[in-house]
């Protein structure tokens, strides 16, 4: 696996910033890491509640360093609120949203781009993986060889009870799919939205997200934080930033992100 799966950008602050400005609707924070050493010290905890891996992941699959079967355990975790809003480390919300732009009443909101499934790679396979254990979950008919629906990559909105629904169902077959480290054999995260989307279970999303894959000009990373046009950006570090740009790349985007959110929240000890 490349490196940059495992290299910290120091921004975890600041996403948690952006949601207390930003979603203060929201009282709570859930924080999943491997093991508590992994807590940075500046976090409040009477606010943000830790959950480990062991706590709700089967132990002969641990350690684990991948995130599709991290997500694949999460209907497992207890005491989640009802409605709650599900995000990675590098997601921050730019602009202020309100309950109501993730959930309609009790149902998710959700887009789903449709794309051609000939183009293949291992999480596009990841994701029809878990789109195909989804209908059979909800009893319907899969969908056709080429087509792959992918969720917005922003936070979501989960209902708890529909996601613990779908886990009991595929609870049997799960095993067969985890590993140590990312494979073909996967599923993802997405099986919790597909479920909502062959059950009908779901309502439209509607507000704007940014997707960039932050390399060594990372200066077009810097103008979408000091000028924010979507409600939410993701910044995914996919190995296209080298080494020797690295430290200078956390260290402007920590710069960027102060200036954007200068205030300590009620998330931060």
């Known amino acids: 696996m490349d490196e940059s799966r495992f290299r910290p950008f120091g921004t975890l602050k600041y996403t948690f910033r952006s ?5 203060p609707f929201v009282d709570r924070i859930v924080l999943i890491v491997s093991t508590r050493s992994q807590v940075p010290d500046w976090i409040n905890l009477d606010k943000v509640k830790i959950v480990t891996h062991d706590e709700f992941i089967p132990g002969k699959f641990l350690p684990t360093f991948n995130s599709s079967t991290i997500e694949t355990y999460m209907w497992k975790i207890k005491g989640l ?4 809003l599900y995000g990675n480390d590098d997601f921050f919300v730019l602009k202020p949203l309100t309950e109501d732009d993730f959930f309609l009443e009790s149902l998710p909101r959700l887009d789903f781009e449709i794309s051609d499934y000939k183009v293949r790679n291992m999480f596009r396979t990841c994701c ?6 989804a ?5 319907m008919a899969r969908s056709g060889g080429r087509v ?12 708890d009870r529909q996601m613990k629904e779908v886990g009991c169902k595929i609870a049997d077959r799960i095993g067969d799919t ?6 073909w054999d996967n599923i993802t995260g997405y099986v919790y939205h597909y479920y909502a989307y062959y059950t009908g279970k779901y309502a439209t999303f509607n507000k704007t997200y940014t997707y960039i894959r932050i390399d060594n000009d990372y ?13 939410m950006l993701c910044i995914n570090d996919a190995g296209d930033l080298d080494s020797g740009h690295y430290e200078a790349a956390c260290n402007a985007l920590t710069e960027c992100f102060e200036r ?6 009620i998330y931060e000890g």
């Open 19 to 23: 949601v207390a400005k930003n979603l």
């Open 260 to 265: 954007l959110f200068p205030e300590r929240s």
């Open 81 to 84: 609120s009802e409605l709650f």
């Open 148 to 159: 792959l629906l992918k969720p917005q990559h922003c936070i979501k909105g989960i209902n």
């Open 219 to 231: 200066e077009k990373v810097l103008r979408l934080i000091a000028n924010p046009e979507t409600d």
């Open 178 to 183: 985890v590993s140590p480290l990312r494979h």
């Open 135 to 139: 209908a059979d979950a909800a009893g």
């Open 128 to 133: 029809r993986n878990g789109m195909d254990m």
